[in-house]
């Protein structure tokens, strides 16, 4: 995902989501189950007035180019969403956020996706780190395990 310069990355392999912000330190968490087409607080569809855009030509060969509206919890956006046409799979989507930074930590929030395993490479996480003021460059990082355990990101 590429906002203004801004970038997370997050990896989901089987059960545990990986995820940083502009490359610095890779955070783990527990996978959230598959969602469903309706937001679990409200009971309302997830996706709403949704408009066939047409066919689109992308990178994985030929998809169905949709628009809509997304929304889940507090959170609502313009959504474009690219499905292949091959597999029936989610290629790309793009949000943007009514109220500015939404889900994501961005006002327009940019998703590739990539189902092929052998992409699925598991990020280092750090194990015993603990990092004070993410906010104020440089970040400092204590890992008790390292030899030398500070080191600036």
């Excluded at 060969?61 to 313009?78: I, M, Q, T």
């Excluded at 790309?92 to 939404?102: E, F, N, V």
């Excluded at 598991?122 to 104020?136: H, M, Q, R, S």
């Amino acid at each position: 995902m590429v906002i203004s310069g801004l970038t997370m990355e997050v990896r989901a392999i089987d059960n545990v989501a990986y995820s940083r912000i502009e490359n610095g330190v890779w955070d783990e968490d527990k996978r959230l189950p598959i969602r469903t087409p309706l937001d679990a607080h409200s009971g309302l569809p997830v996706f709403t007035s949704c408009k066939e855009l047409g066919n689109s030509q992308t990178e994985e060969g030929l998809a169905f180019h949709y628009s809509a509206y997304w929304h889940r919890y507090k959170w609502s956006a313009a959504i474009e969403i690219w499905i292949s046409k091959t597999s029936g799979k989610f290629i790309k989507t793009i949000s943007r956020y009514d109220q500015g930074a939404g889900e994501m930590p961005f006002p327009v929030a940019i998703q590739i996706m990539d189902y092929d395993r052998a992409h699925a490479m598991k990020p280092i996480v750090p194990d015993a780190c603990l990092t004070l003021d993410l906010d104020t460059p440089p970040a400092i990082c204590i890992d008790l395990t390292s030899p030398s355990p500070i080191t600036a990101h």
